[in-house]
């Protein structure tokens, strides 16, 4: 009897033991197979995660950031112990002693599933799991997945140490709202550090993980909240906190930046702009999107905030002056349906969520809520409303005629509801008085339809102070400061002239300007000055100053437009100048910003600049990757200078134009602002520039110098067409130079142009080009600088003409006694009379120059 039962217990025995084993077996053969080909653990411990590149301005203020993850990367060091216990309260209380799984854990989860029918399923993932399954795994629920990440998180547990492998876990798990890490959900969430957090407000961050996609602060408020209290409750019965602590923290209400408790950080920070947006569009292209995006840049960025908010506001000025002459309401073109019109509360929430421009100083969005009998009532975003309502009186809207449905313009409005209807979104601006400041009305405003870019940076270092690229960058993100290409016009003369005076022109040699006929594949091409006039020989001084199209044409022809589009690739305003005659009239598209960085090189004396927006990057570990100031410090290595001596820094810059060259045609460019087009300039520096107003006045430009900033302005449509009659470069670009420049001339001063070695003065007529006395003065004598080497024959000096010109008499030889004018053979065999002085004073200067 005895015998048969250890028979049968061991029978019993004997299968659970061989019942065991093959279970053994199984298992250890499922984890043999699954164990092959798995991604490598020893990679998380090069990790480098992806986090926010930031961009600063020169003073270190934060000035706009990007992230595909939102992620700020903090050693396991510099974690409070405070958040780092509430994570594991919340997702892996056995953390710390268990081999990267934990059994308890996932047999406590299995007897809730079989308890609860299936209804209540939990994880029982520990924190290893889930860096592997973050890391180096998919999420989805499958039997293989579970198996891998066991597998991973126990090879893991034996190569990085459990700080190590918390440090990747709290900064790279997903926290809601874009947020990856514990540091950017508390700046997120609540605005603060992780040493600012408190104990409810760490709980919050650790209840996100379970569902980061559905626990929001404000529309899952109640289930935020109750994870929150379970998650304290945790740490309370973890010993990490005390009672009193845990029920005084659970009774909090749970705030947020979400709900409204806290500022937001992103809204502390600048709008961002033309000039961040630039950065963000270099730097990818340079180091890679990826790079860029992830790579945690520190970048120090080479605007000055003060200088920038002027360029900005100067060009908007004169493009908003520009659309209200023309009379035309556009609008914003968004409307609210009644619907959304019925309560306050209604109208606020819809109107915020429009997308109307939010970043111009001093406009608000508003909505139309009522038409009255000549006024309209308004909603205004931000502003309360006051017992009468806010109003836009009818005087407001007489300025503008609205565009009908058969496309023609409708007649002046006489009151508000001539231009908006109810529920039309609109953007408005409190007018106030000069002095006082005292509120007088709200007045409607528009985006304007014309556009415009500006650009402004150091001659010396090239680098870019301010750059607008727009009216505004919420309305359209192009830069029209760098990405449109446009035709230049006359703002490209100066290059045809700098070729010249490199090639044994001087500032009096004489250009015949008389009428040019050229036969061209597309016909007969017959360029004119601006005024439709010529003028005969004339100096090459007044060529420019006067910006005469048909002697930029005749010099181009005579030293070779190849020789020109060779100056100007150099400079860098083409990669490629078609040789064709009609381009040293500015005719082939550029950009705003090479135009600039071209007449940086005049100003500093034909050295090459490169335009930077950034003066150094540095990666995420704090090294430089980039700095754009390459010039070598001689002295910076000695312990102390000599008392008064500064650095000595080794100016290694190419040189692109001949000293001399750059300075002649900078005295030239002084006279354009002084008696040329450019003549609206009014600054307390000397200043030089050129104009541009290209044919049919499509674009106007002007770009001009002092001795240290040079700044550009143009004013064209998107699709080109024409401004009007009446827009030139120096009525519509001059004064938002002379708006950036008085302010800039404050901070950064001028002097007088520098005048380099190797050369000599001679006084001339500017008028004739003829030679004068020493010591002659008055109006039409000047002071040219001539390059040593460079002796004019005086009496018979050489004559540019070309084009079929016939014999030409010089202006003093008309002049003499008894000729009481010019006679010169026009390139058709005509005579033509010029007078014995021409009235410079009187002649227009429009068209394309």
């Keep these: 009897m005895l015998r048969s039962i250890f028979s049968f217990f061991g029978g019993i025995f004997s299968w659970v033991v061989t019942a065991a084993v093959f279970v053994a077996l199984t298992i250890g053969g499922i984890f043999w197979i699954y164990s092959r080909d798995l991604p490598s653990h020893e990679t998380l411990a090069q990790y480098t995660p992806k986090t926010i590149s930031r961009i600063y301005s020169g003073e270190g203020r934060l000035i706009d950031e990007f992230a595909q993850e939102r992620r700020l990367f903090v050693p396991i060091d510099e974690i409070p112990d405070l958040v780092k216990q509430a994570f594991i309260s919340a997702e892996d209380k056995n953390f710390y002693t268990h081999p990267g799984y934990d059994p308890r854990g996932m047999i406590g989860a299995m007897v809730e599933a079989v308890r609860s029918g299936g209804s209540n399923v939990r994880g029982a993932s520990t924190i290893t799991q889930q860096v ?75 209840a996100m993980p379970q569902a980061p996609g559905r626990y929001h602060p404000v529309r899952a408020k109640d289930r935020v909240t109750e994870r929150r209290n379970y998650v304290l409750r945790e740490m309370w019965q973890n010993g990490y906190i005390e009672q009193a602590t845990y029920e005084s923290e659970s009774k909090l209400p749970l705030r947020s930046v979400q709900n409204g408790d806290f500022p937001s950080f992103q809204e502390q920070l600048p709008p961002r702009d033309y000039f961040t947006d630039e950065i963000r569009r270099q730097l990818s292209r340079e180091f890679g999107e990826e790079e860029f995006f992830g790579g945690g840049l520190t970048i120090r960025a080479t605007v000055e905030p003060d200088m920038q908010n002027v360029a900005a506001d100067a060009l908007r000025e004169a493009l908003e002056d520009y659309d209200r002459g023309r009379g035309v309401w556009r609008g914003t073109g968004l409307t609210l349906p009644p619907e959304a019109l019925t309560d306050e509360a209604a109208w606020r929430g819809a109107l915020f969520e429009t997308e109307a421009p939010r970043d111009i100083p001093g406009w608000i969005p508003a909505v139309v809520l009522e038409l009255g009998q ?3 009532r308004i909603g205004i975003e931000g502003i309360e409303e006051d017992a009468d309502g806010h109003w836009i009186p009818a005087k407001d809207v007489q300025w503008a005629r609205k565009r009908q449905a058969d496309g023609k313009l409708g007649p002046r409005a006489q009151v508000a509801g001539d231009l908006v209807s109810v529920g039309d979104v609109v953007l408005v601006r409190a007018m106030t008085e000069d002095g006082s400041g005292a509120f007088i009305r709200w007045t409607l405003r528009q985006v304007p339809e014309v556009e415009g870019g500006f650009m402004a940076m150091d001659v010396n270092t090239g680098r870019v ?35 010249a005076l490199d090639n044994n022109y001087t500032p009096a040699t004489i250009v015949v300007d008389e009428p040019i006929k050229i036969n061209t ?36 022809d005579d030293i070779g437009m190849e020789r020109v589009a060779e100056y100007a690739e150099r400079f860098g305003v083409y990669d490629h100048l078609d040789p064709f005659l009609a381009n040293s009239l500015g005719a082939q598209e550029t950009t705003l910003f090479k135009m600039v960085a071209a007449y940086a090189m005049f100003a500093n004396g034909g050295e090459r600049v490169e335009p930077t927006l950034v003066d150094r990057v540095q990666d995420r570990r704090g090294r430089t990757v980039y700095r754009h100031d390459k010039r070598i410090c001689e002295s910076c290595g000695q312990q102390a200078l000599p008392a008064g001596q500064g650095p000595v820094i080794d100016n290694n810059r190419e040189r692109v134009m001949d000293a001399v060259t750059a300075y002649q045609l900078t005295s030239m460019m002084e006279g354009v602002v002084k008696r040329g087009s450019g003549k609206g300039v009014n600054l307390p520096v000397p200043i030089a520039g050129k104009t541009g107003t290209t044919n049919d006045a499509k674009d106007v430009w002007f770009i001009g110098f002092s001795s240290n900033i040079v700044a550009g302005c143009y004013l064209g449509y998107d699709t080109p067409r024409t401004l009007g009659e009446n827009a030139f470069g120096g009525t519509l670009c001059v004064p938002v130079f002379n708006a950036f420049m008085r302010e800039a001339v404050k901070q950064y001063g001028g002097t007088e142009f520098k005048v380099p070695p190797g050369g000599y003065w001679v006084k001339i007529n500017r008028h004739t080009g003829q030679r004068m006395a020493d010591n002659a003065t008055g109006d039409d004598v000047i002071a040219e600088y001539f390059r040593d080497g460079s002796d004019p024959s005086w009496n018979s000096p050489v ?31 005509q005579k033509r009379v010029i007078p014995k002085k021409a009235d410079f004073g009187t002649l227009s200067s429009g068209g394309l120059y």
Aim: net charge neutral; hydrophobic share 40%.
């Design 799 to 829: 004559i540019v003409a070309g084009f079929g010109d016939g014999d030409v008499v010089l202006p003093w030889e008309a002049s003499a006694p008894g000729a009481g004018a010019t006679a010169v053979t026009t390139s058709t065999g």
């Design 132 to 206: 592997m399954k973050n890391f180096l795994l998919s999420s989805d629920r499958s039997i293989e997945r579970k198996v891998k990440e066991l597998i991973l998180a126990t090879r893991l547990e034996d190569t990085l140490t459990k700080d190590q492998i918390l440090e990747l876990y709290l900064n790279e798990i997903f926290l809601g709202q874009n947020s990856f890490g514990v540091a950017a959900a508390a700046q997120t969430y609540f605005n603060k550090t992780l040493s600012e957090l408190s104990p409810h407000e760490a709980a919050t961050l650790a």
């Design 374 to 376: 000549s006024d309209a």
């Design 465 to 499: 102070v301010a750059m607008q690229g727009g009216f505004s960058y919420q309305s359209s993100v192009f830069n029209r400061a760098t990405q449109a290409m446009r035709q230049p016009g006359s703002s490209f003369k100066p290059f045809v002239y700098a070729a």
């Design 521 to 556: 594949p597309q016909g007969l091409w017959t360029p004119k000055n601006a005024g439709g006039n010529f003028y005969g020989p004339t100096p090459l001084r007044t060529g420019i100053e006067q910006s005469r199209n048909l002697m930029t044409i005749r010099i181009a």
